[in-house]
Protein backbone atom coordinates (compact mmCIF):
# COMPACT_ATOMS: atom_id res chain seq x y z
CA UNK A 1 0.00 0.00 0.00
CA UNK A 2 1.55 3.43 -0.44
CA UNK A 3 2.24 5.71 1.34
CA UNK A 4 -0.36 8.33 0.44
CA UNK A 5 -3.41 5.69 0.78
CA UNK A 6 -2.04 4.59 4.22
CA UNK A 7 -2.40 8.63 5.10
CA UNK A 8 -6.14 8.43 3.61
CA UNK A 9 -6.61 4.96 5.55
CA UNK A 10 -5.16 6.92 8.79
CA UNK A 11 -7.53 9.95 8.57
CA UNK A 12 -10.30 7.46 7.35
CA UNK A 13 -9.96 5.70 10.75
CA UNK A 14 -9.13 8.33 13.13
CA UNK A 15 -12.18 10.36 12.03
CA UNK A 16 -12.29 13.72 12.58
CA UNK A 17 -9.49 14.89 14.82
CA UNK A 18 -7.82 17.59 13.39
CA UNK A 19 -6.08 16.19 10.72
CA UNK A 20 -7.77 17.73 7.93
CA UNK A 21 -6.63 21.54 9.10
CA UNK A 22 -8.46 24.26 9.16
CA UNK A 23 -8.28 27.70 7.19
CA UNK A 24 -6.16 30.29 8.83
CA UNK A 25 -8.01 32.79 6.70
CA UNK A 26 -10.94 33.22 4.63
CA UNK A 27 -11.24 32.09 1.29
CA UNK A 28 -9.97 34.70 -1.45
CA UNK A 29 -12.46 37.10 -3.16
CA UNK A 30 -10.46 36.99 -6.73
CA UNK A 31 -10.09 33.47 -6.88
CA UNK A 32 -11.57 29.96 -6.38
CA UNK A 33 -8.48 28.24 -6.27
CA UNK A 34 -5.97 27.26 -9.22
CA UNK A 35 -6.41 24.31 -11.68
CA UNK A 36 -3.33 22.99 -12.73
CA UNK A 37 -2.27 20.91 -15.95
CA UNK A 38 -0.05 17.95 -14.89
CA UNK A 39 0.37 17.39 -18.61
CA UNK A 40 2.72 20.18 -18.32
CA UNK A 41 4.83 18.79 -15.65
CA UNK A 42 9.00 19.09 -16.13
CA UNK A 43 11.78 17.86 -14.42
CA UNK A 44 14.79 19.15 -14.45
CA UNK A 45 18.24 19.15 -12.03
CA UNK A 46 17.88 15.56 -10.23
CA UNK A 47 19.08 15.74 -7.03
CA UNK A 48 18.63 19.85 -6.40
CA UNK A 49 15.91 21.61 -4.75
CA UNK A 50 14.43 24.81 -3.58
CA UNK A 51 15.10 27.46 -6.44
CA UNK A 52 12.56 30.42 -5.51
CA UNK A 53 13.42 32.61 -8.83
CA UNK A 54 13.62 36.47 -9.45
CA UNK A 55 13.04 37.88 -12.82
CA UNK A 56 16.26 40.36 -13.99
CA UNK A 57 17.07 42.82 -16.44
CA UNK A 58 18.58 40.74 -18.78
CA UNK A 59 14.91 39.10 -19.16
CA UNK A 60 16.43 35.36 -17.32
CA UNK A 61 15.24 33.43 -14.33
CA UNK A 62 17.33 33.44 -11.45
CA UNK A 63 17.61 30.73 -8.48
CA UNK A 64 19.16 29.35 -5.62
CA UNK A 65 19.64 25.29 -5.21
CA UNK A 66 20.66 23.37 -2.59
CA UNK A 67 22.52 19.65 -2.57
CA UNK A 68 22.85 18.50 -5.84
CA UNK A 69 24.74 19.40 -8.86
CA UNK A 70 22.06 22.11 -10.78
CA UNK A 71 21.31 21.56 -14.43
CA UNK A 72 22.72 18.85 -16.06
CA UNK A 73 24.23 17.15 -12.61
CA UNK A 74 22.62 14.55 -9.99
CA UNK A 75 22.53 14.26 -6.38
CA UNK A 76 26.18 12.93 -6.68
CA UNK A 77 27.57 15.35 -9.88
CA UNK A 78 28.44 18.01 -9.39
CA UNK A 79 26.99 18.93 -5.85
CA UNK A 80 27.54 21.60 -3.85
CA UNK A 81 25.66 22.49 -0.99
CA UNK A 82 24.54 25.82 -2.52
CA UNK A 83 24.36 26.89 -6.53
CA UNK A 84 23.12 29.47 -8.28
CA UNK A 85 21.05 28.68 -11.65
CA UNK A 86 19.90 30.96 -15.01
CA UNK A 87 16.73 29.98 -16.68
CA UNK A 88 16.23 30.87 -20.30
CA UNK A 89 13.39 31.14 -22.15
CA UNK A 90 9.68 30.52 -22.66
CA UNK A 91 7.79 28.26 -19.25
CA UNK A 92 7.05 25.09 -21.83
CA UNK A 93 10.40 25.78 -23.49
CA UNK A 94 13.37 26.73 -21.05
CA UNK A 95 16.67 25.94 -20.68
CA UNK A 96 19.08 26.15 -17.23
CA UNK A 97 22.28 26.82 -16.74
CA UNK A 98 24.49 26.86 -13.59
CA UNK A 99 26.26 29.72 -12.93
CA UNK A 100 28.12 29.42 -9.75
CA UNK A 101 28.54 26.08 -8.39
CA UNK A 102 27.40 22.49 -9.77
CA UNK A 103 28.29 20.62 -12.70
CA UNK A 104 30.17 22.43 -15.58
CA UNK A 105 29.04 26.36 -13.63
CA UNK A 106 30.79 29.45 -15.04
CA UNK A 107 32.06 29.67 -11.84
CA UNK A 108 32.69 27.30 -8.12
CA UNK A 109 30.82 28.25 -5.29
CA UNK A 110 32.74 30.33 -3.11
CA UNK A 111 30.60 29.57 0.14
CA UNK A 112 28.16 27.06 1.67
CA UNK A 113 24.46 27.51 2.97
CA UNK A 114 20.98 27.38 1.31
CA UNK A 115 18.87 29.70 0.13
CA UNK A 116 15.12 30.62 -0.58
CA UNK A 117 14.79 34.23 -1.10
CA UNK A 118 16.88 36.09 -4.37
CA UNK A 119 15.65 39.50 -5.96
CA UNK A 120 16.70 41.65 -8.95
CA UNK A 121 16.98 45.08 -8.47
CA UNK A 122 18.67 47.50 -10.80
CA UNK A 123 20.28 44.71 -12.41
CA UNK A 124 21.89 43.59 -9.20
CA UNK A 125 21.33 39.98 -7.83
CA UNK A 126 20.62 40.02 -3.95
CA UNK A 127 20.52 36.65 -2.15
CA UNK A 128 19.15 35.79 1.82
CA UNK A 129 21.55 33.10 2.98
CA UNK A 130 21.21 30.81 5.98
CA UNK A 131 24.03 28.42 7.02
CA UNK A 132 24.54 24.77 6.65
CA UNK A 133 27.35 24.21 9.41
CA UNK A 134 27.02 27.80 11.42
CA UNK A 135 31.03 29.32 11.67
CA UNK A 136 33.22 27.15 14.13
CA UNK A 137 30.37 24.53 14.93
CA UNK A 138 29.71 21.00 14.39
CA UNK A 139 26.25 20.82 13.71
CA UNK A 140 24.19 21.53 11.09
CA UNK A 141 21.35 24.77 11.61
CA UNK A 142 20.14 26.42 9.02
CA UNK A 143 18.27 28.77 11.85
CA UNK A 144 21.04 29.94 13.60
CA UNK A 145 21.35 33.44 11.50
CA UNK A 146 21.05 35.12 8.54
CA UNK A 147 23.11 36.37 5.91
CA UNK A 148 22.13 38.86 2.85
CA UNK A 149 24.81 38.65 -0.28
CA UNK A 150 24.95 40.28 -3.41
CA UNK A 151 25.86 39.81 -7.09
CA UNK A 152 26.44 42.44 -9.47
CA UNK A 153 27.77 40.11 -12.28
CA UNK A 154 24.59 37.83 -12.52
CA UNK A 155 25.20 35.26 -10.15
CA UNK A 156 28.65 34.65 -11.12
CA UNK A 157 30.12 35.70 -7.89
CA UNK A 158 29.03 37.24 -4.51
CA UNK A 159 29.82 39.38 -1.39
CA UNK A 160 28.10 39.37 1.75
CA UNK A 161 27.21 41.96 4.55
CA UNK A 162 29.12 42.50 7.23
CA UNK A 163 26.18 42.09 9.36
CA UNK A 164 23.54 39.59 9.97
CA UNK A 165 20.20 38.66 11.70
CA UNK A 166 20.28 35.70 14.18
CA UNK A 167 17.77 33.03 15.68
CA UNK A 168 18.07 35.08 18.99
CA UNK A 169 16.27 38.01 17.22
CA UNK A 170 13.59 35.77 16.49
CA UNK A 171 13.71 35.80 12.43
CA UNK A 172 14.88 32.62 10.05
CA UNK A 173 15.27 31.78 6.64
CA UNK A 174 13.08 34.76 4.89
CA UNK A 175 12.36 34.86 1.20
CA UNK A 176 11.80 38.38 -1.55
CA UNK A 177 8.59 40.04 -2.82
CA UNK A 178 9.07 39.78 -5.82
CA UNK A 179 7.34 42.17 -8.48
CA UNK A 180 7.76 42.04 -11.93
CA UNK A 181 10.84 42.15 -14.49
CA UNK A 182 13.96 43.47 -12.38
CA UNK A 183 10.88 44.06 -9.52
CA UNK A 184 9.60 46.37 -11.46
CA UNK A 185 5.58 47.31 -11.75
CA UNK A 186 5.53 47.79 -7.75
CA UNK A 187 2.13 49.83 -6.79
CA UNK A 188 2.89 53.08 -5.85
CA UNK A 189 1.13 52.39 -2.67
CA UNK A 190 3.91 50.05 -1.42
CA UNK A 191 6.47 52.92 -2.21
CA UNK A 192 9.86 52.24 -3.22
CA UNK A 193 10.96 49.36 -0.60
CA UNK A 194 12.67 45.84 -1.47
CA UNK A 195 10.01 44.08 1.18
CA UNK A 196 11.26 40.58 2.92
CA UNK A 197 9.01 37.47 4.76
CA UNK A 198 10.82 35.86 7.53
CA UNK A 199 9.62 32.94 9.46
CA UNK A 200 9.34 32.91 13.11
CA UNK A 201 11.57 30.08 14.74
CA UNK A 202 9.85 27.34 16.73
CA UNK A 203 12.78 27.17 19.49
CA UNK A 204 14.91 30.47 19.86
CA UNK A 205 18.12 28.81 22.02
CA UNK A 206 20.14 26.69 21.30
CA UNK A 207 20.73 24.90 24.69
CA UNK A 208 20.29 21.47 23.09
CA UNK A 209 21.75 20.69 19.96
CA UNK A 210 18.91 18.28 18.25
CA UNK A 211 15.98 18.19 16.52
CA UNK A 212 14.39 21.29 17.79
CA UNK A 213 15.62 24.25 16.37
CA UNK A 214 18.11 22.54 14.13
CA UNK A 215 16.16 20.40 12.09
CA UNK A 216 13.54 20.74 9.37
CA UNK A 217 10.54 21.43 10.53
CA UNK A 218 7.34 23.25 10.99
CA UNK A 219 7.57 25.97 13.05
CA UNK A 220 4.73 27.18 15.64
CA UNK A 221 2.96 28.69 16.45
CA UNK A 222 2.96 29.80 12.64
CA UNK A 223 4.37 33.38 12.85
CA UNK A 224 5.85 35.03 9.80
CA UNK A 225 7.59 38.81 10.10
CA UNK A 226 7.86 41.31 7.43
CA UNK A 227 10.40 43.83 6.43
CA UNK A 228 11.37 46.80 4.32
CA UNK A 229 14.42 48.58 3.14
CA UNK A 230 15.33 50.95 0.09
CA UNK A 231 17.20 49.74 -2.24
CA UNK A 232 19.86 51.52 -2.12
CA UNK A 233 20.15 50.53 1.71
CA UNK A 234 20.03 46.95 1.17
CA UNK A 235 23.28 45.76 2.04
CA UNK A 236 23.72 49.01 3.70
CA UNK A 237 23.02 47.66 7.67
CA UNK A 238 21.06 45.81 9.91
CA UNK A 239 19.10 48.96 11.14
CA UNK A 240 18.13 49.83 7.31
CA UNK A 241 15.48 47.20 7.96
CA UNK A 242 12.32 48.24 9.22
CA UNK A 243 9.63 45.81 9.94
CA UNK A 244 6.19 46.12 10.21
CA UNK A 245 4.74 47.11 13.75
CA UNK A 246 1.30 46.97 12.83
CA UNK A 247 -1.54 49.45 11.62
CA UNK A 248 -2.83 52.42 12.39
CA UNK A 249 -6.39 53.46 13.40
CA UNK A 250 -6.89 54.11 9.32
CA UNK A 251 -5.21 50.37 8.66
CA UNK A 252 -2.62 51.76 7.48
CA UNK A 253 0.90 50.27 7.86
CA UNK A 254 3.43 51.36 10.89
CA UNK A 255 6.72 50.56 10.70
CA UNK A 256 9.43 50.60 13.27
CA UNK A 257 12.73 48.54 14.68
CA UNK A 258 13.35 44.74 14.93
CA UNK A 259 12.75 45.14 18.68
CA UNK A 260 9.72 46.26 17.69
CA UNK A 261 8.53 43.78 15.15
CA UNK A 262 4.69 42.24 14.76
CA UNK A 263 3.21 39.27 13.23
CA UNK A 264 2.18 40.01 9.58
CA UNK A 265 0.86 36.57 9.30
CA UNK A 266 -0.27 34.04 11.62
CA UNK A 267 -1.44 30.49 10.79
CA UNK A 268 -1.77 27.85 14.22
CA UNK A 269 -0.96 24.67 11.92
CA UNK A 270 2.47 25.98 11.62
CA UNK A 271 4.69 28.15 9.11
CA UNK A 272 7.01 25.87 7.65
CA UNK A 273 10.60 26.75 7.51
CA UNK A 274 10.96 28.37 3.80
CA UNK A 275 8.26 30.11 2.09
CA UNK A 276 7.76 32.11 -0.91
CA UNK A 277 6.35 35.37 -2.04
CA UNK A 278 5.39 37.01 -5.64
CA UNK A 279 3.01 39.76 -6.62
CA UNK A 280 0.57 39.44 -9.86
CA UNK A 281 -0.33 42.50 -11.41
CA UNK A 282 -3.71 41.17 -13.06
CA UNK A 283 -5.03 40.24 -9.72
CA UNK A 284 -3.03 43.30 -8.13
CA UNK A 285 -2.18 40.71 -5.01
CA UNK A 286 0.48 39.54 -3.11
CA UNK A 287 0.71 35.49 -3.21
CA UNK A 288 2.77 33.90 -0.20
CA UNK A 289 2.99 30.52 -0.25
CA UNK A 290 3.78 28.66 2.58
CA UNK A 291 3.95 24.70 4.28
CA UNK A 292 1.45 24.21 7.44
CA UNK A 293 1.54 21.14 10.01
CA UNK A 294 4.37 19.10 8.65
CA UNK A 295 7.17 18.99 6.78
CA UNK A 296 7.45 17.66 3.26
CA UNK A 297 3.77 16.45 2.81
CA UNK A 298 2.71 18.41 0.38
CA UNK A 299 0.77 20.45 2.79
CA UNK A 300 1.06 24.17 1.33
CA UNK A 301 -0.85 26.98 1.98
CA UNK A 302 -1.48 29.99 -0.99
CA UNK A 303 -2.47 32.53 0.43
CA UNK A 304 -3.24 36.19 -1.06
CA UNK A 305 -3.61 40.08 -0.05
CA UNK A 306 -3.76 43.58 -1.50
CA UNK A 307 -0.94 44.80 0.04
CA UNK A 308 2.08 43.16 1.42
CA UNK A 309 0.91 43.68 4.87
CA UNK A 310 -2.22 41.74 4.41
CA UNK A 311 -5.31 41.55 5.09
CA UNK A 312 -4.38 37.53 3.98
CA UNK A 313 -7.10 35.54 2.20
CA UNK A 314 -6.89 31.60 1.33
CA UNK A 315 -6.51 30.91 -2.50
CA UNK A 316 -5.41 27.23 -1.55
CA UNK A 317 -4.81 25.28 1.79
CA UNK A 318 -3.66 21.39 0.66
CA UNK A 319 -4.28 19.09 4.05
CA UNK A 320 -3.98 15.15 4.66
CA UNK A 321 -7.16 14.78 2.28
CA UNK A 322 -5.62 16.62 -0.38
CA UNK A 323 -2.34 17.27 -0.51
CA UNK A 324 -0.53 19.48 -3.00
CA UNK A 325 0.07 17.02 -6.48
CA UNK A 326 -2.39 14.02 -4.54
CA UNK A 327 -4.23 13.91 -7.91
CA UNK A 328 -1.80 14.95 -11.29
CA UNK A 329 -3.58 13.44 -14.17
CA UNK A 330 -1.39 13.64 -17.67
CA UNK A 331 1.90 13.24 -15.60
CA UNK A 332 3.60 9.95 -15.81
CA UNK A 333 6.75 11.47 -13.88
CA UNK A 334 7.33 9.49 -10.85
CA UNK A 335 5.84 10.61 -7.58
CA UNK A 336 6.19 10.52 -3.71
CA UNK A 337 3.91 12.58 -1.48
CA UNK A 338 7.48 14.86 -0.25
CA UNK A 339 6.80 18.79 -1.44
CA UNK A 340 7.59 21.40 0.59
CA UNK A 341 8.18 24.47 -1.90
CA UNK A 342 6.35 25.82 -3.97
CA UNK A 343 6.95 29.46 -6.17
CA UNK A 344 5.39 31.61 -8.96
CA UNK A 345 7.92 32.95 -10.79
CA UNK A 346 6.03 36.48 -12.21
CA UNK A 347 8.12 36.12 -15.70
CA UNK A 348 5.95 33.60 -16.15
CA UNK A 349 2.21 34.68 -15.25
CA UNK A 350 0.30 35.49 -18.27
CA UNK A 351 -3.01 36.73 -17.17
CA UNK A 352 -5.24 34.24 -15.28
CA UNK A 353 -2.94 31.65 -16.26
CA UNK A 354 1.14 30.90 -14.45
CA UNK A 355 3.65 28.17 -13.98
CA UNK A 356 4.57 27.15 -10.72
CA UNK A 357 7.71 25.67 -9.87
CA UNK A 358 8.49 23.31 -6.94
CA UNK A 359 10.45 20.91 -4.89
CA UNK A 360 10.60 18.57 -2.61
CA UNK A 361 12.60 16.06 -0.32
CA UNK A 362 12.99 12.68 -2.36
CA UNK A 363 17.28 12.05 -1.16
CA UNK A 364 17.74 12.50 -4.77
CA UNK A 365 14.71 11.03 -6.44
CA UNK A 366 11.48 12.17 -8.10
CA UNK A 367 10.64 15.97 -6.64
CA UNK A 368 13.89 16.51 -4.58
CA UNK A 369 14.50 18.60 -8.33
CA UNK A 370 13.86 21.63 -10.67
CA UNK A 371 10.06 21.15 -11.59
CA UNK A 372 7.37 23.04 -13.31
CA UNK A 373 3.65 22.72 -14.40
CA UNK A 374 1.58 25.26 -15.75
CA UNK A 375 -1.80 26.12 -14.46
CA UNK A 376 -4.62 29.06 -14.00
CA UNK A 377 -6.32 31.01 -11.27
CA UNK A 378 -10.13 30.28 -11.30
CA UNK A 379 -11.78 33.50 -11.11
CA UNK A 380 -14.59 34.31 -9.31
CA UNK A 381 -17.81 35.33 -10.93
CA UNK A 382 -17.61 39.04 -11.21
Given at each position: ?280 PGFKRVLLSIQHTGNARGLIGIFDAPAPWGPWTTVEYYDVLQPFGAVREGSELTWEQNIF ?42
Open positions: MGEFRVQLLLVSLVGFTGLSAALPYPESSVTQGIELDWSTHQRHAPGSDNFQLTWSDDDHLYGAWGDGGGFGGTNGRGRVGLGVARIEGHSDDYRGYNVWGGFEAKTEASFDGKSWGMISVEGVLYMWVVPDHPDGKDYRNHYEYVELAMSKDKGASWSKADWRFTQDEYLTIPTFLNFGKDNAGMPEAFGDYVYSYFIAPENTTMEHQGPIGVGLVVHKPGILYLSRVRPDELMASKSSHEFFVGLDSKGKPRWGSLAQKQPVFEDANGAGWCLSASYHFVGFPTKWFDDDRFTLNFTGAGRGKDNDSFNTVQGQFLRLNE
